[in-house]
């Protein structure tokens, strides 16, 4: 992360502050590559996905007449200008309602390097979310923050607007927040589902610290009746922190120095599983996971969230 100027705010640091107009700027970063018939998914199960094509009412396509096409499909158009006959494909119509869900308790707001995992978090649910109006769905928001967001699914640049500032509302609140212990993810994932149609996707950013109780039960039953996906967010420090004595401070009062280990501590002694073990106990309930890097930036995300909006 920049190091704040003397006398400057740091919360307004870059990678410390959360700005809407900066997650209204990732509306084109997001957009490059879309629009492909077909998408790999990457690091995801299930190899290879493809758009569902019908005969809705959206057009999708021109093309040669071919035997066995319905004659009320005749692009009149196109036949004339060019002499033969030609067919208008259509594609299924989807409501397509996603809503996301953000992660700003206080052990979020951590970051060693370009940004505070809250912050890459945001960055990847904005992300995904202009991907998802670009292709005509809609999305929603629900934030765990001091001052909580719950937007339903709207469609559209005035729906991501609203999303983008409410982002950026409660991850201030966040910041200017207490140090309290992290209250349980489950009850969030709840208010999440009422906000969502029948059908619906719900996508949570979050680094997995302390779900609380109940929290993959509350997952498991979701993701019977919902499509849930994760995004797992996390920092360079977590993976592999330089040597040296490190200061903490913790929620209950309590303050002291670390060494950390140099090599991986395994078993009971471990004080938190890492990364890609948060997210093992939830595949096996089908839900879809994909890792974030705090330090990657948009630029790097982007593609990562091209993979996940072909599983939504």
């Not at 700005?19 to 990457?42: K, Q, S, Y």
């Not at 009746?225 to 592999?240: C, K, T």
């Amino acid at each position: 992360m920049a190091r704040p100027l003397p006398g400057s705010d740091p919360l307004k640091a870059p990678g410390i502050a959360l700005e809407a107009a900066a997650l209204m700027g990732l509306r084109h970063l997001a957009r490059r590559g879309a629009g492909t018939a077909t998408r790999v998914r990457a690091g995801l199960p299930g190899g290879l996905v493809t758009r569902r094509r019908g005969r809705g009412t959206e057009p999708d396509d021109v093309r040669p007449f071919a035997e066995g096409d319905d004659v009320r499909h005749i692009d009149r158009n196109v036949t004339a200008r060019t002499g033969s006959l030609h067919v208008r494909t259509h594609h299924e119509e989807r409501d397509r309602a996603v809503v996301l869900v953000a992660d700003f308790r206080p052990s979020m707001l951590v970051g060693t390097r370009r940004a505070l995992r809250s912050v890459a978090a945001a960055e990847a649910l904005a992300l995904l979310g202009w991907r998802i109006v670009g292709d005509g769905g809609r999305v929603g928001l629900c934030v765990v923050a001091p001052e909580p967001a719950a937007l339903p699914p709207a469609g559209g640049g005035r729906g991501m607007a609203a999303l983008c500032q409410a982002l950026a509302r409660a991850h201030e609140s966040a910041l200017l927040g207490p140090p309290d212990l992290d209250p349980p993810l489950g009850p969030v994932l709840e208010r999440a589902r009422a906000l969502l149609p029948a059908g619906g996707h719900l996508v949570l950013a979050s680094a997995l610290d302390a779900p609380g109780e109940g929290f993959a039960e509350a997952v498991a039953v979701l993701a019977e009746r919902i499509s849930v996906s994760l995004i797992l967010v996390s920092d360079p420090f977590e993976r592999a922190a330089p040597p040296g004595l490190y200061p903490y401070a913790t929620p209950d009062g309590r303050r002291g120095t670390a060494r950390p280990a140099k090599e991986p501590v395994r078993g009971p002694a471990r004080a938190r599983p890492a990364p890609e073990e948060r997210v093992a106990p939830y595949t096996r309930f089908g839900v879809a996971t994909l890792r974030v890097d705090s330090e990657m930036g948009p630029e790097g995300v982007a593609p990562l969230m091209e993979r996940l909006d072909a599983v939504l």
